[in-house]
């Protein structure tokens, strides 16, 4: 059983920081990779930015040199710090953990940046 639980969510102001986390809870298990993903209603989700297993970075070209994912050896916890944020970033923010070929998926946490 895996279970990912998001916090860090909340309202900010344009321009503002924030920053998420993902505590993965499980016995066991490897981990192929791990993301943030985003959905806004009535969109499909979006990647936001992933960290594959030997530790490369992919980030969406909408967050690139605003956002920093990060992650600890363990592969306990997942990060994603938001600095600069506009009011495009107002989504439901999912953290990803992929382990053997099968994605798990927390519940989410709302991210609402006001103008």
């Known amino acids: 059983q895996v279970q990912l639980v998001e916090s860090g969510g909340g309202l900010v102001q344009t321009g503002g920081s924030l920053s998420l986390s993902c505590t993965v809870y499980r016995s066991s298990g490897s981990t192929n990779h791990m993301g943030w993903f985003r959905q806004t209603p009535g969109n499909e989700r979006e990647l936001v930015a992933e960290?594959?297993?030997?530790?490369?970075?992919n980030y969406a070209d909408s967050v690139k040199g605003r956002f920093t994912i990060s992650r600890d050896n363990a592969n306990n916890a997942l990060w994603l710090q938001m600095n600069s944020l506009t009011v495009d970033d107002t989504a439901v923010y999912y953290c990803?953990?992929?382990?053997?070929?099968?994605?798990?998926w927390g519940r989410g946490t709302q991210v609402v940046v006001s103008s």
């Open positions: 960290v594959g297993s030997g530790g490369m970075v």
């Open positions: 990803l953990l992929r382990s053997g070929g099968v994605p798990y």
